[in-house]
């Protein structure tokens, strides 16, 4: 499929920057935006992080930096960001992908069915930008870019509404007072925390649906727990879920099973036990829920939760236990 590459003022401009702050050794970034048909629209550059790894044929991004600024920047947008595509910088004139590169570009082309965008940036002795559409099986197609906000839908530039979010804001504040005031009427924490361990499955299964969370369609290997960036990176995305379970009583235990996965398994006695396992595929944290393998983002479980709680008090006069209603990042390796 040829496409049309777009990209805003603010998304080139931080590409270039990027690597003239890091002029002497590799380093690249990710794309934020749309897909529109033919036309793909580069709003968003994030960069590596300040935890990252730069060398002069190597860089290792800052995983934990990435995967916050990706959800943080991608909700400012009065249409969500998409997760699209990739850049780094090659040594000298080498403007061609290695075989790491070909295993980074495919796990990226493997989160939509359109495939991604790949650049490639050269200093020899100027810059300059190799753009390719990257598709399964294995395909690169050459593609042109321009760049300029003009070019671009003015919808699709556009940052939430500081007023929306205000009442956003309130609307929240007043549920959760509804569903603070309803779970004292349960007298006891444990109270509550059965019901949001009862009801786990359902409420991620809504949430996977409704938000069309990416799935991965090729088995998810182990762990290398020698590496820092392993379990470490994954325990890292996952606290924000753990603190939440540990805030409502939910009690869970993690274990490293026999694939070299992370296991989360709740420990109740009297409902069937929630499992999910945790890895890496290349730097991007994902998981297994019902024998698929999603991508996972900080404090997904959480927002499943907190969606299936609320919906729960709103369709209810009275909430209770006993009735129910209710973008991966690459590490850049030696070339």
Do not use: C
């Not at 931080?14 to 590799?26: D, G, M, N, P, Y």
Request: proline share 3%.
């Amino acid at each position: 499929m040829a496409i049309r590459l777009v990209f805003s003022d603010r998304a080139m401009i931080a590409l270039t920057v990027e690597t003239l702050e890091k002029f002497q050794t590799e380093t690249g970034g990710v794309f934020l935006g749309y897909r529109r048909g033919k036309t793909w629209y580069v709003i968003e550059t994030i960069d590596p992080g300040p935890n990252a790894v730069f060398q002069r044929a190597y860089f290792e991004y800052d995983q934990a930096y990435i995967n916050h600024l990706i959800n943080k920047i991608s909700r400012l947008y009065e249409e969500q960001l998409d997760l699209i595509g990739l850049w780094h910088r090659h040594p000298g004139s080498f403007d061609r992908f290695s075989g790491t590169d070909d295993i980074t570009n495919t796990q990226y082309a493997e989160l939509s069915e359109y495939g991604a965008v790949s650049l490639l940036v050269n200093i020899d002795p100027t810059f300059r930008i190799t753009a390719y559409h990257v598709s399964l099986p294995l395909r690169y197609d050459k593609i042109s870019y321009e760049v300029g906000d003009h070019l671009i839908p003015d919808n699709l530039l556009k940052l939430k509404s500081r007023e929306k979010i205000t009442e956003r804001i309130n609307d929240v504040f007043e549920s959760n007072h509804r569903n603070t005031q309803t779970v004292y009427q349960l007298s006891k924490k444990d109270h509550y925390a059965r019901f949001l361990t009862a009801h786990l499955t359902e409420a991620l299964t809504s949430y996977l649906e409704t938000h069309n969370v990416p799935v991965l369609n090729h088995k998810i290997g182990g762990l290398d727990l020698d590496k820092t960036d392993g379990l470490d990176a994954v325990l890292a995305t996952l606290q924000e879920d753990l603190d939440y379970f540990e805030k409502n009583g939910i009690v869970v235990q993690l274990s490293i099973n026999e694939n070299q996965q992370l296991a989360l398994v709740t420990n109740s006695a009297n409902e069937k036990a929630f499992h999910l396992t945790f890895s890496i595929v290349n730097t991007i944290p994902v998981f297994v829920f019902n024998d698929k393998a999603y991508v996972y983002q900080a404090g997904l479980i959480k927002t499943g939760l907190s969606e299936y709680v609320t919906k729960e008090a709103d369709s209810n006069d009275q909430f209770n236990t006993t009735k129910t209603k209710r973008r991966f990042f690459p590490n850049r390796n030696q070339e």
